[in-house]
């Protein structure tokens, strides 16, 4: 009798320091491992490895493997590769770093997929089960995404955050410069059939307490945010998800927001310098003038704000920190990311410091010299050295027990006693896990010796 033929996926851990265990925010279901898991032809004998939770087999007999790997990721993607090519086996990558800098992945992978797998992925499996395969795959077309739904018995017996992901949607029909989805998506928004999302929700509900909806925006289509969210409302579930400060501003819709369910959502403020955000362009951000009210707006219908900003940009100096710490806690942010400008390639802003030459790294995410928290170009009025330290001390600032006592007092954090519980829980969180992320080597830093490429 034959054996069935042997898939391996992994998912690759941003990178660790010894000694030391990976940082507990950062492990959340791997949605794409599990996409690819459900697309994958019957009667392949499928195993998975999360690098984050456990140590890879590599001597386990497989056939293929296959890694879906971001910037971040890309240079611990490589080491693992290069492990699994000493033992012969050949290595298929794919995912937004593969798509955006396939020149470089070509060189660490027998295959490339090019853009979404929902096409081409049982093809390729077809093609390596036949001895077959081609170097390159790629959807011509943006796929349907009624095949999209996640096949999570892959995830048996690994420990993530109590949080149960669901994929709405793809895309976001804003161009930041700076961000990598608009170049992935080609500045579009898809969203999956409702009917779709509300079975994974039922399905998933009796082990998941709170829903998030990982879209990069959920409302970026709002004719198809409101139907999504009308058909949530006899569910009663309890989610989270990503959204732009400008819905904010419609009170119909928020109240629309509060009816279905939404408890929170992470919005990019990014800057509160209006220079800075027509630069990056995010006109959203400005077109119907400051945050105030929309921040008002959104603590009536008591949805919690995870903040972000961005630092780094043409017009920042160090009041811009105080600015944006001053803001996030006068408003109760419930979360705050204080980062630092990352220029990842395929985006404008990689293009464009590039042409300024203002790049420190020909390739940051594979540099020995670079690890997390390092500002890879040369800002304009700060030094990258500056930006970093202002960036650590925001979050140190933010994350600090007089300032979490204070934003736990804000009617919105302290509505509900489960999210008062959670904000103190993941307020500590995020506070030990300051100093643990900072200097992260990117990828496995006690690998030594070169990266084994692919036959060309």
């Excluded at 992994?10 to 794409?32: A, F, N, S």
């Excluded at 989805?181 to 399905?203: A, D, M, N």
């Excluded at 995870?306 to 017009?315: A, E, K, N, R, S």
Aim: aromatic letters at 12%.
């Amino acid at each position: 009798m034959t054996r069935p033929f042997r898939l391996t996926l992994v998912h690759p851990c941003i990178g660790r320091k010894p000694g030391q265990p990976y940082l507990r925010t950062w492990q959340m279901e791997p949605l794409p491992v599990a996409v690819l898991a459900a697309l994958t032809p019957k009667g392949v004998d499928r195993r998975f490895y999360d690098d984050r939770l456990e140590e890879i087999p590599y001597d386990e007999p497989t056939d293929l493997v296959g890694i879906s790997t971001e910037i971040y990721t890309a240079k611990r993607a490589y080491q693992i590769a290069s492990e699994y090519r000493r033992r012969g086996v050949p290595v298929v990558m794919g995912g937004f770093h593969a798509t955006l800098f396939p020149e470089e992945v070509q060189r660490y992978a027998e295959s490339v997929v090019l853009g979404e797998a929902e096409e081409v992925w049982p093809h390729l499996i077809d093609d390596y089960r036949s001895g077959t395969p081609h170097k390159l795959y790629k959807s011509e077309t943006r796929p349907s995404l009624d095949r999209s739904s996640p096949d999570r018995t892959i995830y048996a017996g690994k420990r993530y955050l109590p949080l149960g992901l669901v994929e709405a949607g793809r895309g976001c029909k804003f161009t930041c410069e700076f961000c990598a989805i608009q170049t992935f998506y080609g500045s579009s928004y898809r969203q999956r059939p409702v009917e779709h999302i509300l079975q994974e929700i039922q399905s998933i509900r009796d082990r998941s307490k709170l829903i998030f909806f990982v879209n990069d925006n959920i409302f970026s289509d709002r004719t198809a945010a409101r139907e999504l969210l009308e058909a949530l409302i006899p569910l009663k579930a309890r989610w989270v998800s990503q959204g732009s400060i400008d819905l904010g501003r419609d009170e119909g819709f928020l109240k629309l927001l509060k009816a279905s369910g939404c408890q929170g959502l992470l919005i990019g403020f990014e800057s509160l310098d209006a220079e800075n955000l027509r630069q990056m362009g995010k006109g959203v951000n400005l077109a119907q003038g400051d945050f105030e009210q929309a921040m008002e707006n959104l603590r009536k219908y008591g949805i919690r704000v995870y903040g972000t900003f961005v630092f780094g940009y043409d017009h920042d100096t160090p009041e811009a920190f105080d600015r944006a710490y001053d803001f996030a806690v006068r408003h109760g942010l419930y979360l705050c990311g204080f980062n630092h400008l990352i220029p990842m390639p395929g985006t404008a802003l990689y293009q464009r410091l590039a042409n300024e030459g203002r790049l420190l790294y020909d390739a940051w995410w594979l540099d020995e010299g670079y690890s997390y928290n390092t500002v890879p170009f040369r800002p304009a009025r700060m030094s990258p050295e500056d930006v970093k330290e202002c960036c650590l001390k925001a979050r140190r600032r933010f994350y600090s027990i007089p300032s979490t006592l204070r934003r736990a007092l804000h009617p919105s954090n302290r509505s509900d006693w489960f999210f008062l519980q959670a904000f103190f829980a993941l307020n500590w969180l995020h506070r030990a896990e300051i100093n643990q992320r900072n200097a992260l080597p990117l990828g496995d830093s006690n690998r030594r010796g070169p990266l084994l490429e692919a036959a060309q």
